[in-house]
């Protein structure tokens, strides 16, 4: 089964433009993860979370963790239109489960 | 970081025929392999979970005798389609993790189209 919920499903911006992505999970968690994954192939790990960390920063990318609250968001500024692509974030617990993942296009 | 190197990258089969995908570790030893399948437009759903000589661990709902998973050693996984129907036509993607390790790798994914 699923560990999150992601919001939104579906997230269309122009580029330049900042875009939000939010992730919420049911049970306690070792680290939360980010991904992409452009259609149809793999998935390319964007960045790791620790379950005591708060907020993490990689190039573009802004994370936030709240345990309190089980959500997470991932921030991309400046989108580019290569950004376009599903995210997903997914919980370790042991094993990894993944969100439903938000769709983001990002219009040139 | 580490390679895990899937394989086919797509495979069509008969209606009815089997099918193996392989999960290696190429510079690790993923004593922790896990199986996903992806529909399309959809998330990851994970499928099972194996530890290097053990017997997978199956997720509710995923029939263990359809998807026969091994990990016999340190560096392999595969997972066999078995009787494949059109129905089981998906995205499979592996992923892998060493001992103590915080992140699992993954696989580029097969695609699995069942005629």
């Known amino acids: 089964s699923q560990q999150g919920e992601e919001d939104p499903q579906a997230l269309s911006i122009q580029e330049g433009e900042n875009a939000t992505m939010n992730c919420s999970y049911k049970?306690?968690?070792?680290?939360l993860q980010w991904y992409r994954q452009n259609s149809g192939r793999g998935l390319v790990h964007l960045i790791l979370?620790?379950?005591?960390?708060r907020e993490k920063h990689s190039g573009r990318l802004r994370v936030t963790l709240d345990t309190s609250k089980k959500s997470s968001s991932l921030l991309i500024t400046a989108s580019r239109a290569a950004d376009t692509a599903s995210y997903f974030c997914?919980?370790?617990?042991?094993?990894?489960?993944f969100g439903a993942g938000t769709r983001l296009t990002v219009k040139p | 970081g580490a390679v895990v190197s899937q394989h086919p990258s797509w495979v069509i089969c008969k209606s009815g025929t089997s099918v193996k995908i392989e999960c290696r570790s190429l510079?690790?030893?993923?004593?922790?392999m896990f199986w996903y399948r992806q529909f399309p437009k959809q998330s990851l759903m994970l499928m099972a979970t194996?530890?290097?000589?053990?017997?997978?661990?199956?997720e509710q709902g995923v029939e263990k005798d359809k998807f026969l998973i091994n990990h016999a050693s340190l560096t392999l996984s595969t997972l066999t389609v078995t009787s494949a129907h059109p129905e089981d036509s998906s995205f499979y993607i592996c992923?892998?993790?060493?001992?103590?390790?915080?992140?699992?790798?993954f696989g580029q994914g097969t695609r699995l189209t069942v005629v």
């Open positions: 992923s892998a993790r060493g001992q103590g390790a915080t992140k699992a790798f």
């Open positions: 049970t306690s968690i070792n680290n």
């Open positions: 979370i620790r379950s005591n960390e």
């Open positions: 997914a919980t370790d617990v042991g094993d990894m489960r």
């Open positions: 510079d690790f030893q993923a004593t922790t």
């Open positions: 194996s530890n290097e000589g053990s017997k997978a661990t199956y």
